[in-house]
């Protein structure tokens, strides 16, 4: 049974940076793509960044691209925040798949979940 486990949320202020980690445990985790999500209280949960490595990509949410930059090679899986907002602050959740790598930025293309983990930025 595969884990997925977020760290790194925090309490920041308006322009500083975070960095989240997403750690897997389990027996040959071996995922053909890994996301970030997230969800805003009394908001529905979206879609932030994803990766896959064969062939190699990353796909963002227009709203964060420029400022969030997700990496890693499948475990750990990254997603370095920069120039963080107010609108930013959610719980933030990671996800895998080790089925497919198709639908980098849907969550019904993931399998796994985290438990997530609270970011949130004071203005």
């Known amino acids: 049974q595969v884990q997925l486990v977020e760290s790194g949320g925090g309490l920041v202020q308006a322009g500083d940076s975070l960095r989240l980690t997403c750690a897997a445990s389990?027996?040959?985790?071996?995922?053909?793509?890994m996301g970030w999500f997230r969800q805003a209280p009394g908001k529905e949960r979206e879609f932030v960044a994803s990766?896959?490595?064969?062939?190699?990509m990353t796909y963002y949410n227009g709203s964060v691209k420029g400022r969030f930059t997700i990496s890693g090679e499948k475990n750990p899986v990254f997603l370095q925040m920069n120039g963080l907002k107010p609108a930013d602050t959610a719980v933030y959740y990671c996800?895998?798949?080790?089925?497919?790598?198709?639908?980098?930025?849907?969550?019904?293309?993931?399998?796994?979940w985290g438990q997530g983990t609270q970011v949130t930025v004071a203005s």
């Open positions: 996800a895998g798949s080790q089925k497919t790598a198709l639908g980098l930025g849907r969550m019904r293309g993931y399998d796994t």
């Open positions: 990766i896959r490595w064969d062939p190699g």
């Open positions: 389990g027996r040959n985790f071996n995922p053909k793509k």
